[in-house]
Nanobody, 113 residues
């Protein structure tokens, strides 16, 4: 049973930064492409960033502001978020890309204007 535990969210002013972490346990982390997803109230969950081997992909809305990385030795994937905007407010989740594991609790990111 794979378990995903996201952390690092919080309340930040527009223009600020946060670094999210997601620790995976019970799965073959290093063999999977990983992604960060987010879901704002009343919207569908969307892919924000993915890391596939040495390559990374980003949603247009976060390109140039967010950076995804991973540490396979720690079974952890990270999302560095800079120049945050109020529209980045959402619950952020990690999962494989495409998603195949059970979702974790997510971590709330709130950006005030």
């Amino acid at each position: 049973q794979v378990r995903l535990a996201e952390s690092g969210g919080g309340l930040v002013q527009a223009g600020g930064s946060l670094r999210l972490s997601c620790a995976a346990s019970g799965g073959r982390f290093s063999l999977n492409a990983m992604g960060w997803y987010r879901q704002a109230p009343g919207t569908q969950r969307e892919l924000v960033a993915a890391i596939i081997g040495q390559s990374t992909n980003y949603a247009d809305s976060v390109k140039g502001r967010f950076t995804i990385s991973r540490d396979n030795a720690k079974n952890t994937v990270y999302l560095q978020m800079n120049s945050l905007k109020p529209e980045d407010t959402a619950v952020y989740y990690c999962n494989t890309y495409p998603s195949s594991w059970a979702w974790g609790q997510g971590t709330q990111v709130t950006v005030s204007s």
